[in-house]
């Protein structure tokens, strides 16, 4: 592992119970950072905040806006200003043609995988615009990119996440404040159990490496990210797809 120096940094890491969350966590803790695990799943974030040493639980639903501000004032008043912030929680829906979705679910994932990701950017870039220093990493999606068959909601969502993160990279691109997105092929986590296997089966099919990509895969090109080794590139979009995605 190439060691990140993220000493004295505090992260929020949204979704940090499990998966690729968890393994963000893990890299920015092993680099030196405070990291608040912001998860809807309590009993698994604080489970996973027991395993990861320098990590703090905060039970939180990004869709939320009131959960999202007491959550960064219960993470202020357990480690201080927040420097990074890693927008990571989301879900896939179920795999179907657009037809098929009921509206409810299509506006659940996009609450989730997008909404969430603007309420968290809104209730923590203010502070560090004002202190000058901060990283934003939003997990954005392959399927944001190309969009995937069977998953409009999902696509549509994470398309949303890639054009929010250049918006706000340009809106922030003189404050000190540095934001991209990362996008990730399929990653073998919890969350494919929300779709279909022919879809998984898809979607491996597209990777010309020929194998699910690793979640400390993604924890690792995130923690760079995070870092203040990143600092004259914002509003990008960095692919994590073995070889599927070339731009
Ligand atoms: P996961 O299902 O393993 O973990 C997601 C976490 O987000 C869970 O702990 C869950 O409780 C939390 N969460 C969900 N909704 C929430 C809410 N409203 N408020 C707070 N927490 C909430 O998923 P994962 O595979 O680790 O995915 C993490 C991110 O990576 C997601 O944004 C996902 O879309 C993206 N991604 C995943 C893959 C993949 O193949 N695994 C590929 C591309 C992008």
């Given at each position: 592992m190439n060691r990140?120096?993220?000493?004295?940094?505090?992260?929020?890491?949204?979704?940090?119970?499990?998966?690729?969350?968890?393994?963000?966590?893990?890299r920015l803790t092993d680099s030196g950072a405070r990291c608040?695990?912001?998860?809807?799943?309590?009993?698994?974030?604080?489970?996973?905040?027991?395993?990861?040493?320098?990590?703090?639980?905060?039970?939180?639903?990004?869709?939320?806006?009131?959960?999202?501000d007491s959550a960064v004032a219960a993470t202020a008043e357990?480690?201080?200003?927040?420097?990074?912030?890693?927008?990571?929680?989301?879900?896939?829906?179920?795999?179907?043609?657009?037809?098929?979705?009921?509206?409810?679910?299509?506006?659940?994932?996009?609450?989730?995988?997008?909404f969430g990701v603007f309420l968290c950017c809104r209730a923590l870039l203010p502070g560090m615009i004002t202190r000058g220093y901060g990283r934003v990493v939003n997990i954005a999606s392959i399927a944001g990119k190309e969009g995937n068959p069977n998953a409009s909601h999902y696509s549509a969502a994470k398309a949303g996440v890639i054009g929010l993160t250049k918006s706000l990279g340009k809106e922030c691109a003189e404050s000190g404040v540095i934001v991209n997105c990362v996008t990730p092929a399929v990653i073998e986590t919890d969350i494919l159990k929300q779709i279909s296997d022919e879809h998984v089966d898809y979607m491996l099919s597209r990777i010309p490496m020929g194998r699910f990509g690793l979640t400390e895969e993604a924890a690792s090109l995130v923690a760079w990210l995070s870092s203040g080794d990143c600092s004259f590139t914002t509003g990008g979009v960095f692919d994590l797809s073995g070889g599927r995605a070339t731009y």
């Open positions: 990140i120096d993220l000493e004295g940094r505090k992260a929020v890491v949204t979704g940090g119970a499990r998966g690729i969350g968890r393994a963000i966590c893990q608040a695990i912001w998860d809807r799943d309590e009993a698994a974030a604080v489970e996973a905040a027991g395993a990861i040493a320098g990590s703090e639980a905060i039970r939180v639903d990004v869709t939320d806006p009131r959960a999202v357990l480690m201080g200003e927040i420097d990074i912030l890693v927008n990571n929680a989301g879900i896939a829906g179920s795999s179907r043609k657009l037809w098929e979705c009921e509206p409810e679910e299509w506006q659940e994932v996009l609450q989730i995988d997008l």
